[in-house]
T-cell receptor
Framework: DGGITQSPKYLFRKEGQNVTLSCEQN?????MYWYRQDPGQGLRLIYY???????QKGDIAEGYSVSREKKESFPLTVTSAQKNPTAFYLC?????????????FGSGTRLTVV | KQEVTQIPAALSVPEGENLVLNCSFT??????LQWFRQDPGKGLTSLLL?????REQTSGRLNASLDKSSGRSTLYIAASQPGDSATYLC?????????????FGKGTHLIIQP
């Protein structure tokens, strides 16, 4: 079955550490996205990529970095510069077909700073 | 900048009732509007996607409508069941420039009482 796989499901980070969240899709989608979800707030866009080797900042990119070396993979690194990283992180993908911009989401990674 | 609002923020109803969840958006320049369901600690599951040229979409007991001119969408759930308890999110796919991605509302937390 096609879908999006995020790993790990839970991640703990010490102060000053960089951590990387994995996102893999086998839907053959061109575009991939990272969102952050905090209690009481809507999902906020961190980074997105519409094609391999290209990505753009979203609304809250500071303290995060991404890469898109393969169509299937869009890892997110939470750097030590991100002062409040504890949150639920969701990866998504979509086609670039204007007739169908439906999004598919992964099951999320919950990051906690310890 | 697109803003999406969902009302009510929370709703608790007895099993068997029909109910309506509301979503409004400020910028009518959208490709589509998508409704998602999120269970606690989980990712998002797509329920219905309405293209900008469409008025409504139906799937089983769910019916979503779209009125672009007034900036509104509704999700109608018929004969509600306890298994429908979840948070429901609406999201607009913007076509008016700016960052790619969906703009989300904060969601309606729905509880169906057995």
């Amino acid at each position: 079955d096609g879908g999006i796989t995020q790993s790990p499901k839970y991640l703990f980070r010490k102060e000053g550490q960089n951590v990387t969240l994995s996102c893999e899709q086998n839907l053959n989608h061109d575009a991939m996205y990272w969102y952050r979800q905090d209690p009481g707030q809507g999902l906020r866009l961190i980074y997105y990529s519409q094609i391999v080797n290209d990505f753009q900042k979203g609304d809250i990119a500071e303290g995060y970095s991404v890469s898109r070396e393969k169509k299937e993979s869009f890892p997110l690194t939470v750097t030590s510069a991100q002062k409040n990283p504890t949150a639920f992180y969701l990866c998504a993908s979509s086609t670039q077909d204007r007739g169908n911009y439906g999004y598919t989401f992964g099951s999320g990674t919950r990051l906690t700073v310890v | 900048k697109q803003e999406v609002t969902q009302i009510p923020a929370a709703l608790s109803v007895p099993e068997g009732e029909n109910l309506v969840l509301n979503c409004s958006f400020t910028d009518s320049a959208i490709y589509n509007l998508q409704w998602f369901r999120q269970d606690p600690g989980k990712g998002l599951t797509s329920l219905l996607l309405i293209q900008s040229s469409q008025r409504e979409q139906t799937s089983g007991r769910l019916n979503a409508s779209l009125d672009k001119s007034s900036g509104r969408s509704t999700l109608y759930i018929a004969a509600s069941q306890p298994g429908d308890s979840a948070t429901y999110l609406c999201a607009a796919k913007n076509s008016g420039g700016g960052a790619d991605g969906l703009t989300f509302g904060k969601g309606t937390h729905l509880i169906i009482q057995p």
